[in-house]
């Protein structure tokens, strides 16, 4: 079921968002700030790419329950 798949679009959102949250909170202490930084440009990357692709399943999901 097409509804299905958001829900688990959303979850795996979700966690992608909570994960990097604990990127920033750590590479926040790190004394190596390229390094630092580098983590938090990844996370950065890891949510908008999340974001694209949940966007995209609810763009299928409406299309299909419609």
Known sequence: ????SRITAVLAQAAVVAASMNVYINAASMDDEARADRYRAEADRL??????????????TMDAIR
């Open 47 to 60: 949510i908008a790419e999340a974001n694209e692709r949940a966007d995209g399943i609810l763009a299928y």
């Open 1 to 4: 079921m097409p509804t299905f």
